[in-house]
């Protein structure tokens, strides 16, 4: 089991950044997948980044490629978010599943979650 603490979210004009910060009760580096979701007000939780054990892989969501990067450490997962749009404002959670496995941007993949941080982007 693994409890996951968000932080980092923040306001912040478009065109801006932030880097978001989560870290893991526990490590995790080549035993858990970790990844990134995000929730919009009346929107579907969506999968924006997912990284592998020992950080052998990454997988981006179709809106944040070339934008976002993932990546990770021992016991903290990170995300950082450059050229922020509007749309990208949302609740912004930690997530990672035993193992090492294949990615998956799916939010039913993922057994542990953070409680969130939010980000919000004024344009």
């Known amino acids: 089991q693994v409890q996951l603490v968000e932080s980092g979210g923040g306001s912040v004009q478009a065109g801006g950044s932030l880097r978001l910060s989560c870290t893991a009760s526990?490590?995790?580096?080549?035993?858990?997948?970790m990844g990134w979701f995000r929730q919009a007000p009346g929107k579907e939780r969506e999968g924006v980044a997912a990284i592998g054990c020992l950080s052998n892989s990454v997988s981006y969501g179709e809106s944040v490629k070339g934008r976002f990067t993932i990546s990770r450490d021992n016991t903290k997962l990170y995300l950082q978010m450059n050229s922020l749009k509007p749309e990208d404002a949302a609740m912004y959670y930690c997530?990672?599943?035993?193992?090492?496995?294949?990615?998956?941007?799916?939010?039913?993949?993922?057994?542990?979650w953070g409680q969130g941080t939010q980000v919000t982007v004024s344009s």
């Open positions: 526990r490590y995790t580096y080549n035993t858990y997948r």
């Open positions: 997530v990672a599943r035993p193992g090492c496995g294949l990615l998956d941007l799916s939010k039913d993949y993922y057994t542990y």
